[in-house]
């Protein structure tokens, strides 16, 4: 597999759903250049793919037939075919032939970091006319907006991934230790609310129902002492107020009287108002 496939591999863009901030770009292409046609094209070994499709109905075409692997081999240019019925590229083209019946085409390559070329954005129109500076000038603007989101979107999988394996893996590394794992939100009103419990909190209350504990954070308090209760309320709400981090030593019951445990977290406002510890 060459340099330019793995690039396209590494986004994960092929046969993926419609993107909206994506399907906006290509519709301000039409708009502006005045086209019925606009997409997003990947050009796979075999095949040229549409991440995002305004007007065409087809979701992909053979490579061969493209237009778009023309845009590659300049990708600082946009490739502008004024009519393709008079250029010996296209003459004998299936989608000049036949449906979309394509005359005009401008494309302007989508450019990886790495300088390797996924696709083009590009318009089409099914009868000849001329292309302006100004437009070539807009149509890659744009298919600059375009690389910077799916470059953003890449980036954002990855850490997603990263924090994912990494989570994964502390919870593996704590099973056999007595330590449980919690994420905790506290609304506006300071109305807690687990959105995950890890298996050494199963461990650590063996006669709690953990799923129950998840839809009433009220469970948790029911098993301290009940001296304890409120300091660790107060504890609670001094954290999400100062947005310092949390720390507070109770006891809790066993079969054979009290054991002391001790919370330890750290809060993150969100931009809703509620806290995440």
């Known amino acids: 597999m060459n340099k ?9 863009l092929v046969d993926t759903k419609p993107d909206q901030e994506l399907d906006e770009i ?5 708009i502006i250049c005045n086209t019925p046609i606009s997409l997003i094209t990947i050009l796979e070994g075999k095949r040229q793919w549409f991440k995002s499709n305004k007007g065409l109905h087809l979701n992909e075409t053979k490579i061969e037939d493209s237009f778009c692997q023309h845009a590659m081999h300049k990708p600082n240019e946009v490739l502008v075919v004024t009519d ?3 250029d010996p590229r296209f003459i004998d083209n299936k989608l000049v032939l036949g449906y979309p019946n394509i005359r005009f085409y401008a494309g302007a390559p989508l450019v990886t970091k790495e300088n390797k070329v996924l696709g083009t954005l590009c318009i089409i129109d099914n009868k000849p006319r001329e292309f302006s500076k100004d437009h070539e000038k807009a149509l890659q603007i744009l298919a600059k907006k375009a690389m910077e989101k799916i470059e953003s979107s890449k980036m954002i999988n990855g850490l997603i991934k990263t924090i994912e394996f990494g989570t ?22 300071k109305v807690p609310k687990f959105s995950f419990l890890s298996d050494g909190m199963k461990k650590l209350h063996p006669n709690t129902n953990i799923e129950e504990w998840i839809e009433n954070p009220n469970i948790g308090f029911s098993l ?15 954290c999400v107020e100062n947005e310092e981090p949390l720390y507070f030593e ?3 019951k066993k079969d054979t009287g009290y054991s002391w445990h001790a919370i330890n977290g750290s ?3 969100l931009e809703s108002g509620e806290t995440v510890i």
């Open 4 to 12: 330019r496939l793995e690039d396209i591999n590494s986004f994960k």
């Open 26 to 30: 290509t519709q301000l292409a039409s």
């Open 84 to 86: 393709a019925t008079k």
């Open 168 to 189: 994964d893996r502390l919870i593996k590394l704590t099973e056999n230790l007595p330590i449980g794992l919690f994420e905790m939100t506290m609304d506006t009103a």
């Open 224 to 238: 301290i002492h009940p001296d304890d209760v409120k300091g660790l309320q107060s504890a609670l709400d001094y």
């Open 250 to 252: 109770y006891r809790v």
């Open 267 to 269: 809060p993150v406002k």
